[in-house]
């Protein structure tokens, strides 16, 4: 098992900066993808970022490209998600989640082994 935690959400103004950890314990892979997720209310969980366990491939939603940078954390916190500009269309409970297989790029959200319990990101006006 793994267990993943974000952390690092809140309450900001648009044009503002978030950055987002992901910590990861439990189960280790040798090679894994890490991914970003956000739903915000009344809408599907859609995909944001990813990026493989050696930072050589990435992957960005058209929506996020140009404004948030994923990134490899430290041995405890896996992956970063640096968010800027940010707007209040970002608004949303924001996911980690761990493929320990990477059968494509970008992998598939039903391919996400394990999932974190979210943090919330509230972009005001």
């Known amino acids: 098992q793994v267990q993943l935690v974000e952390s690092g959400g809140g309450l900001v103004q648009a044009g503002d900066s978030l950055r987002l950890s992901c910590a990861a314990s439990?189960?280790?892979?040798?090679?894994?993808?890490v991914g970003w997720f956000r739903q915000a209310p009344g809408k599907d969980r859609e995909p944001v970022a990813a990026?493989?366990?050696?930072?050589?491939?990435?992957y960005y939603a058209d929506s996020v490209k140009g404004r948030f940078t994923i990134s490899k954390g430290n041995a405890t916190i896996m992956v970063l998600l640096q968010m800027n500009s940010l707007k209040p269309e970002d608004t949303a409970v924001y996911y980690c989640?761990?493929?320990?297989?990477?059968?494509?790029?970008?992998?598939?959200?039903?391919?996400?082994?394990?999932w974190g319990r979210g943090t919330q990101v509230t972009v005001s006006s």
């Open positions: 989640a761990v493929d320990g297989t990477i059968s494509r790029w970008p992998p598939r959200q039903y391919e996400y082994d394990y």
């Open positions: 439990g189960r280790t892979f040798s090679k894994y993808a």
């Open positions: 990026i493989t366990w050696s930072g050589g491939r990435t």
